[in-house]
């Protein structure tokens, strides 16, 4: 009996890859039957791996923030604030007021949150800074210490990494300090390794003597009007900027705060009408502005800003 022959499918074929956490498939010319069924199973087991890993991060997370318009997708979406704050971004009428995170001595999480009214000036259409070094974290979870040495560097203050990340306090809560060990793996929320949240940072780099001031609902032209001051500005998100999903947490002590599982640090360095420019590990990037606010209004816009004088 002769061997059965396919021809070539004589459409598309399809190549599988990954766009950041998203399965991509890209058409392009002709493909063998058994080049198709291999391509099938590839979706299958990524599709898989990443239901397992979703499974395996719900298992330590409480139950989800319902107030807060996230999405995993490049075609994001932002709540109706951030895209009053993005359409017109010298607005104050119907964007939510900066909360400005004032840490008491003892640094607790009942600290209160005081909000500002500073009238803003008008904006240039874009602006970067230029002479932020950054480089790549030295500790898995070390973010928020690898970009408070990078961002006080470029104030001239020199830290060390090593002696910042140990003398952040240690905590269940975020809020009110590092949570887990810095050598744990990422991708996690409390109670398990974490890491840590504006509020202990910014107190740590004023022990430096730098007007550090955390900030949560920070809105865009707020962020806008620190770069165009050449003030470059630490932002807490996801993973490189990209969707998540924030959660309610409660401590061992009652507080309760947004988590969220990929918390990240960057530092933003630039801004156009369009993008946002930022340094992550040391690599500079640029992506759509909507998509930068999607992934920092997960943890509620929070950062840490350089203070006026």
Same mark, same amino acid.
């Given at each position: 009996?002769?061997?059965?022959?396919?021809?070539?499918?004589?459409?598309?074929?399809?190549?599988?890859?990954?766009?950041?956490?998203?399965?991509?498939?890209?058409?392009?010319?002709?493909?063998?039957?058994?080049?198709?069924?291999?391509?099938?199973?590839?979706?299958?087991?990524?599709?898989?791996?990443?239901?397992?890993?979703?499974?395996?991060?719900?298992?330590?997370?409480?139950?989800?923030?319902?107030?807060?318009?996230?999405?995993?997708?490049?075609?994001?979406?932002?709540?109706?604030?951030?895209?009053?704050?993005?359409?017109?971004?010298?607005?104050?009428?119907?964007?939510?007021?900066?909360?400005?995170?004032?840490?008491?001595?003892?640094?607790?999480?009942?600290?209160?949150?005081?909000?500002?009214?500073?009238?803003?000036?008008?904006?240039?259409?874009?602006?970067?800074?230029?002479?932020?070094? /950054?480089?790549?974290?030295?500790?898995?979870? /070390?973010?928020?210490?690898?970009?408070?040495?990078?961002?006080?560097?470029?104030?001239?203050?020199?830290?060390?990494?090593?002696?910042?990340?140990?003398?952040?306090?240690?905590?269940?809560?975020?809020?009110? /300090?590092?949570?887990?060990?810095?050598?744990?793996?990422?991708?996690?929320?409390?109670?398990?390794?974490?890491?840590?949240?504006?509020?202990?940072?910014?107190?740590?780099?004023?022990?430096? /003597?730098?007007?550090?001031?955390?900030?949560?609902?920070?809105?865009?032209?707020?962020?806008?009007?620190?770069?165009?001051?050449?003030?470059?500005?630490?932002?807490?998100?996801?993973?490189?900027?990209?969707?998540?999903?924030?959660?309610?947490?409660?401590?061992?002590?009652?507080?309760?705060?947004?988590?969220?599982?990929?918390?990240?640090?960057?530092?933003?360095?630039?801004?156009?009408?369009?993008?946002?420019?930022?340094?992550?590990?040391?690599?500079?990037?640029?992506?759509?502005?909507?998509?930068?606010?999607?992934?920092?209004?997960?943890?509620?816009?929070?950062?840490?800003?350089?203070?006026?004088?």
């Amino acid at each position: 009996m002769n061997a059965i022959k396919f021809d070539p499918i004589p459409e598309e074929k399809y190549q599988i890859y990954r766009y950041n956490s998203f399965i991509v498939i890209e058409s392009a010319k002709r493909m063998t039957l058994k080049t198709l069924m291999k391509t099938a199973i590839t979706v299958f087991m990524l599709l898989s791996a990443s239901a397992c890993a979703a499974a395996r991060a719900q298992a330590v997370m409480e139950e989800p923030v319902s107030d807060v318009t996230v999405v995993l997708s490049p075609s994001l979406q932002v709540t109706e604030t951030l895209l009053a704050a993005t359409e017109n971004p010298t607005a104050t009428s119907t964007a939510s007021p900066t909360v400005v995170y004032t840490p008491t001595q003892e640094n607790t999480a009942a600290s209160e949150f005081t909000p500002t009214s500073t009238p803003l000036p008008d904006l240039p259409e874009k602006h970067y800074i230029i002479g932020v070094q /950054g480089h790549r974290q030295y500790f898995p979870l /070390g973010c928020e210490a690898s970009v408070a040495v990078d961002w006080a560097s470029f104030f001239g203050t020199e830290i060390n990494e090593f002696e910042f990340q140990y003398s952040l306090p240690s905590s269940d809560n975020p809020d009110i /300090g590092f949570v887990g060990s810095v050598e744990g793996p990422w991708g996690q929320v409390p109670p398990y390794a974490y890491g840590v949240h504006a509020g202990p940072i910014a107190s740590l780099l004023q022990e430096y /003597g730098l007007n550090a001031v955390a900030v949560k609902e920070f809105r865009l032209d707020e962020l806008k009007r620190q770069l165009a001051m050449d003030h470059p500005v630490i932002a807490w998100v996801i993973g490189n900027v990209v969707g998540g999903v924030p959660y309610r947490y409660t401590d061992s002590q009652g507080n309760t705060t947004v988590v969220a599982a990929y918390e990240h640090t960057i530092i933003v360095i630039g801004y156009t009408e369009e993008i946002i420019r930022y340094n992550n590990n040391g690599k500079v990037y640029e992506i759509p502005t909507d998509v930068f606010l999607n992934s920092w209004g997960v943890l509620g816009n929070m950062a840490v800003i350089m203070g006026d004088d």
